[in-house]
Structures are given as structure tokens and as C-alpha cells.
């Protein structure tokens, strides 16, 4: 049974910085990609970051590029995201999820709530 394990999701204003982590009770962590997606009342499900089972490979969504920046712990099966400039545009569901076969991601965490106020 895969569990993935949201934290470090609050209230912020714009313009500051939240850590989110997500711990995984996963045997295969240190070779399963990772991602983070997020989700807004009214709108579908979107990809935010991924990360590739070694860490040296991220990739990121344009919204986020150069202020969300996602790493890798494989000693804590855990995996984070730091969010830095945030904006309210910022404000969701932040959800963690696992690529355990290679071909999507198909575990998903419960979520953390992110709110920026502007």
C-alpha cells in the first residue's frame, strides 16, 4: 500500500514562502519519479513540478518557473517543494504524487491547502 503524506501547507501573504513536504511509504522511492500537482475550486487538476528518481532531472510548470523549486531526499523517501514569490494565483490544493510504473503518475497524496492573500 503506497501512502503519500502532504505537510506544510498555510496562509500566506503575497510575495512570501511556504515548504511543503511530502513523506512516501514507499519500498521503490529512490527510483520512482515524483510530482506536484495543484488544484483550484472550478478548475482541473495541474502539473506544478516533477522530479526524477535521482534528483538531478526537475522539471516545472511555466506558472512556476524560477520561484517553486522541488528536491528530493531519498534517506527520507520524502519529497519537497519550496515555494518562494508567491501569488495569490498561487492559492490550491497542492498534492503529491508518485510515478510508480513509469508511465504516470497513479498515487496521489491527500493534499495541503495553500492560500496567498494579497
Known amino acids: 500500500q503506497v501512502q503519500l503524506v502532504e505537510s506544510g501547507g498555510g496562509l500566506v501573504q503575497a510575495g512570501g514562502s511556504l515548504r511543503l513536504s511530502c513523506a512516501a511509504s514507499?519500498?521503490?522511492?529512490?527510483?520512482?519519479?515524483m510530482g506536484w500537482f495543484r488544484q483550484t475550486p472550478g478548475k482541473e487538476r495541474e502539473f506544478v513540478a516533477a522530479?526524477?528518481?535521482?534528483?538531478?532531472?526537475?522539471y516545472y510548470a511555466d506558472s512556476v518557473k524560477g520561484r517553486f523549486t522541488i528536491s528530493r531526499d531519498n534517506t527520507k523517501n520524502t519529497v519537497y517543494l519550496q515555494l518562494d514569490s508567491l501569488k495569490p494565483e498561487d492559492t490550491g490544493v497542492y498534492y503529491c504524487s508518485a510515478d510508480t510504473d513509469g508511465g504516470a503518475f497513479d498515487y496521489w497524496g491527500q493534499g495541503t491547502q495553500v492560500t496567498v492573500s494579497s
Open positions: 514507499l519500498l521503490t522511492f529512490s527510483t520512482t519519479a
Open positions: 522530479i526524477n528518481w535521482s534528483g538531478r532531472g526537475t
